[in-house]
């Protein structure tokens, strides 16, 4: 039997690409998202002989979260061994006095809620399987804070919080926890975070070469494939080109 990796936020980005790249492991996949119809897209990419299950879920819905996890058939439940919680997101970016509070609300509330509401929900599985790996992504966001950051680098050194929290409350469970802290990759992040403003989004990644979304589905791969005795606690994943949270190589 197959184990199974439970991916939120699988819809695109760094979720798409651990997906895939599990999935050619011969891992099962629970893949959970807003977005139908490109976790739809995404699974009739995957090898045909995957077991893959969508879970149609806004993290910051408790109740839904709760339920979409329960309603998992038992045998994937039992087969269940990897959480990577990555669901999230960062939106605008300015003066702390200048936020929209629906922003800050939409950061706390996905970034930080709904990975407890997931973790909640998915814990009390990998105890009854007496064995599980939960990965949180993080950022550099939450290890630095940047011009402009604020809220979102607040949401992400929560994550780094929870991470180290986490792995000392389920370490008598053999629930390993790691903490994955990427800098800049091309995703759809920034285009999110500029409210769907294109030139905005793609000005991030000029003059250099940032991460992508594969680098960091192979530092995760890397993360899970160690021996059962072996945790990584914390990567941080930078592109060449950046070397702290807000300093970049001079353009080319
Ligand atoms: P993407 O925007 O490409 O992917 C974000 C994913 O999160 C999507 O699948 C989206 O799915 C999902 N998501 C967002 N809000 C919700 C929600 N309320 N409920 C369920 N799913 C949600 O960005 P990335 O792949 O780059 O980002 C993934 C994670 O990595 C995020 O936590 C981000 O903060 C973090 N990160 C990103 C970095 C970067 O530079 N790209 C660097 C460091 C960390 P849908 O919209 O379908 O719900
Ligand atoms: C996303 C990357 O540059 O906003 O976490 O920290 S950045």
Redesign the pocket.
């Known amino acids: 039997m197959a184990s199974f990796i439970l991916i939120?936020?699988?819809?695109?980005?760094?979720?798409?690409a651990t997906a895939k790249l599990f999935a050619s492991n011969g891992y099962g996949l629970v893949l959970?998202?807003?977005?139908k119809d490109?976790?739809e897209a995404l699974v009739q990419e995957l090898p045909k002989n995957i077991e893959a299950h969508i879970l149609v879920?806004?993290?910051?819905d408790e109740v839904l979260v709760t339920n979409a996890i329960n309603s998992l058939p038992e045998h994937v439940k039992t087969a269940l061994s990897i959480l990577v919680n990555?669901?999230?997101?960062?939106v605008g970016k300015g003066p702390i006095d200048q936020g929209l509070i629906e922003d800050w609300d939409r950061m706390v509330?996905?970034?930080v809620k709904?990975l407890l509401y997931v973790s909640r929900a998915v814990i009390p599985l990998l105890k009854a399987n007496n064995k599980g790996h939960i990965i949180n992504?993080?950022?550099?966001?939450g290890k630095e804070v940047y011009p402009g950051g604020n809220v979102?680098c607040a949401t992400?050194h929560a994550v780094d919080a929870l991470s180290r929290a986490m792995r000392i409350d389920l370490v008598n469970y053999n629930i390993k926890v790691s903490n994955l802290?990427?800098?800049?990759?091309?995703?759809?992040?920034?285009?999110?975070r500029f409210k769907g403003n294109e030139a905005q989004a793609k000005s991030v990644y000029d003059g250099y070469s940032?991460?992508v979304?594969q680098d960091?589905a192979e530092t995760l791969w890397f993360m899970c494939s160690r021996p059962d005795h072996v945790n990584i606690n914390d990567i941080t994943l930078m592109a060449s080109a950046q070397a702290s949270a807000a300093v970049f190589a001079e353009k080319e």
């Open positions: 939120t936020g699988a819809s695109s980005g760094f979720g798409a959970m998202a807003r977005r490109k976790l879920a806004d993290v910051r990555n669901a999230g997101l960062a509330d996905t970034n709904g992504i993080a950022s550099i966001a979102y992400k802290a990427p800098g800049a990759a091309e995703t759809e992040f920034s285009i999110v940032p991460l979304a960091i």
